[in-house]
């Protein structure tokens, strides 16, 4: 079975989502922007969720994270939860 590690911001509205988007082009730490704006519980180990199977999450995070290109940020993801700015580290 696949498996994956990723890690995301997640934020209330698309708008926030593009500005750290925006920071992170250029050059903006991940991490720091997670442990400052993430609304998820993953905030504080700078939006780290660890490793995962398909199914874990939700579908539209899921096809970021085991379809898309690896090292990049993907986003914003829309689920119900808000708007995700998504990197998978690796996947295998």
Do not use: W
Not at 50 to 58: A, T
Not at 60 to 89: M, S
């Amino acid at each position: 079975m696949a498996v994956a590690c990723a890690r995301h911001i997640l934020v209330k509205t698309k708008e926030e989502a593009e500005l750290i988007k925006q920071k992170l082009a250029k050059g903006a730490d991940f991490s720091s922007l997670a442990k400052k704006h993430s609304i998820c519980s993953s905030a504080k180990k700078g939006g780290d969720l660890g490793e995962f199977g398909p199914g874990k999450m939700l579908k539209a995070f899921d096809n970021v994270v085991f379809k898309k290109a690896l090292l990049t940020v993907h986003g914003p993801v829309k689920t119900k939860f808000g708007f995700h700015l998504i990197e998978t580290i690796y996947r295998h």
